[in-house]
């Protein structure tokens, strides 16, 4: 296409030159035959006769190639007409081929992501699925250890009523994102709590609140979390909790909070294997919905007469 529209430019200026040779010899004839006209030598009229007749040949050479070169214009302009009409048949179809590839990818992306979609689904109710038998087998597991538990009756701690259903043991860095939250809604399900924040009042001996709580409860609740395993008191009153637990004067109940079992076996390798909670698999609320059940059944188990079968801790 450049090189067309070059040769037509060419023959453009070439037109627009042999236009001026014709019309300097136009203005050259008229110019002769008006002086031919006003002398009056023969000879000289003779002479501008001439003149003009040379200058209609240069016209008329000049008209000749003015014609040609028009033509040759004429036909290049039609040849890059043609051209261009090409190209842009061209140029459409281009188009049309990458608005149907890019329909085509659309549509190829759509079902992609659609299967995406269905495939993450299919994972989520499958992980689903797989956390909810977890979480039955852990009920299960748990109602059996319970049911297998020695007869056990807590002692009431000093100006208390009744002994408690469950002792928290904690480290307070938990509080805010687990611990007492988990307090609250124990209380409100119409379990009674062991909690420093409700049990413990200005002047009150840490250790021995601890160790009243300890062994005036049904059974206790460590929550284990990287903090847990920090403090100095924790460790006391989960070494209460297992020594109960082993002398078959309590139940231990441990929940994982920010913890894996890798990370329990560093710091407490003889509480990996023991049954636990975890805060990354249930919430608050089926935690306490299993603190109740196991409420329900330890004090089933503590008001029977017979004391049930004998088993392990």
């Known amino acids: 296409m450049i090189r067309l529209n070059k040769q037509l430019g060419d023959l453009r200026s070439k037109e627009a030159g042999e236009v001026k040779k014709i019309a300097d ?14 002398t009056s030598s023969s000879s000289m009229a003779k002479t ?33 007409g043609k051209l ?51 979480e039955a087998q852990v009920s299960q597991f748990i109602e059996a250890e319970a049911g297998n538990a020695p007869r056990f009756s807590p002692v009431a701690p000093p100006g208390e009523s009744d002994a408690y259903d469950v002792f928290i043991s904690h480290a307070w860095e938990d509080k805010d994102d687990f611990v007492r939250e988990l307090a609250e809604k124990a209380t409100a399900a119409g379990l009674r709590v062991w909690y420093d924040e409700f049990a413990m009042k ?7 609140k ?3 709580g300890l062994s005036g409860s049904y059974f206790g609740v460590a929550v284990l979390s990287p903090s847990f395993f920090a403090k100095q008191w924790t460790g006391y009153e989960l070494d209460g909790l297992v020594e ?20 329990v076996a560093k710091a407490a390798p003889s509480l990996a294997n023991r049954l636990a909670l975890s805060t990354s698999l249930m919430s608050v609320d089926e935690i306490v919905r299993e603190l109740v059940n196991l409420r329900d059944i330890y004090k089933t188990k503590s008001d029977d007469p017979s004391g049930g079968d004998q088993g392990e801790p």
């Open 84 to 134: 261009q009409e090409r190209i842009s048949r061209e140029e459409e179809r281009e188009r049309k081929k990458d608005m149907a590839a890019e329909d085509r990818r659309r549509r190829e992306d759509t079902a992609r992501q659609k299967r995406s979609e269905e495939a993450a689904a299919a994972n989520t109710q499958a992980l689903q699925q797989r956390i909810a038998d977890l």
């Open 210 to 212: 601890i160790d009243e």
């Open 202 to 208: 200005w002047g009150d001996s840490l250790r021995q």
């Open 48 to 80: 501008y006769m001439s003149t003009a007749s040379r200058e209609a040949q240069k016209l008329q050479t000049a008209q000749a190639n003015q014609s040609r070169i028009a033509n040759q214009a004429a036909s290049k302009t039609q040849e890059i």
């Open 25 to 38: 010899a136009q203005k050259k004839i008229d110019n002769a035959q008006r002086s031919a006209q006003r």
């Open 244 to 263: 109960r637990a082993l002398s078959g004067e309590g139940r231990l109940l441990p929940i994982w909070h920010r913890l894996t079992k890798d990370d």
